[in-house]
């Protein structure tokens, strides 16, 4: 048995196990695997786990950047049922699948389509609410551009999740230069760890389907000047 077949086992065993989906989740899983859809929707483990920690914040309001067919988006909302939900998707086709999933929830779930650097752009001109609860999921070589938007829409307290935090196939931390999605995901994690204004860990999850290791960061937002990050950038030479 190769190491990713044992983790491919270990993912069956815990999905198996702890997974149950309702028949919202089960339909926007199916329709995230049809054809001509990108087979990328979280896996059903780290959907749970989102849910669990949606479940913890107690959010008022969450924003998703990257919606898909609505996936992650429903076990967002099943944490949170009373919470309102803003989705981003850029893709009509994905978008207006994701809408019609949105159907069978009764939560409050917005999708606005259109490019993310975009819409969270005019979000800050507007001044809306900072949201309690932010999951990053969309184009990888953006997330350095989203990191400064996304603080600018949160609140001491936020909790920001970010999916994919180690890119397939790259060297870890060197990735070629020419591979754009692994580069910015490097980059963005290294600005997670210096941010004075952020406590992030990554938390390993497996790829179900090729038993691959990825990440999903978990950070909180910290009050200006807080002194309280685990280790203080004075300490790394920083
Ligand atoms: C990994 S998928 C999201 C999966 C979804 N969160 C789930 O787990 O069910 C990424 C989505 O982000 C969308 N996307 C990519 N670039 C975008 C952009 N610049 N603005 C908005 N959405 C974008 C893609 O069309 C795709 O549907």
Redesign the pocket.
């Known amino acids: 048995m190769t190491a990713n077949e044992r983790n491919a086992a270990i993912s069956e065993y815990i999905t198996a196990t702890f997974v149950h989906e309702n028949d919202a989740l089960g339909k926007a899983k199916k329709s ?1 695997l049809q054809k001509g859809i ?1 087979d ?3 896996p059903k483990a780290v959907g749970k786990l989102l849910y669990m920690l949606s479940l913890l914040q107690k959010p008022k309001r969450i924003l ?10 429903l076990w967002l909302a099943q944490g949170a049922p009373d919470a309102e939900i803003i989705t ?4 009509p086709k ?1 978008a207006e699948i994701a809408r019609s999933n949105f159907k069978r929830s009764s939560s409050k779930i917005h999708l606005l389509e ?4 975009d819409l969270l752009t005019d979000m800050i001109t507007t001044k809306v609410e900072p949201f309690d609860l932010i ?1 990053l ?3 990888k070589d ?1 997330y350095p551009t989203y990191l400064p938007l996304i603080i600018a829409l949160s609140r001491p307290g936020t909790l920001l999740l970010s ?1 994919n935090l180690i890119p397939r196939e790259a060297e870890i931390n060197s990735p070629k230069s020419t591979d754009v999605q692994a580069t910015g995901v490097y980059a963005y994690n290294t600005l997670l760890a210096l941010h004075s204004r952020l406590e992030t860990i990554l938390v390993p999850t497996i790829v179900e389907k090729w038993g691959r290791l990825d990440a999903l960061g978990i950070s909180i937002v910290l009050p200006f000047k807080q002194e309280t990050k685990s280790v203080q950038k004075d300490s790394q030479g920083l």
Do not use: K, Q
């Open positions: 995230s990108p990328i929707s979280v998703e950047i990257g919606t898909l067919t609505g996936y992650s988006t981003i998707e850029f893709d994905h259109g490019d993310a650097a999951f999921d969309a184009d953006s999916d």
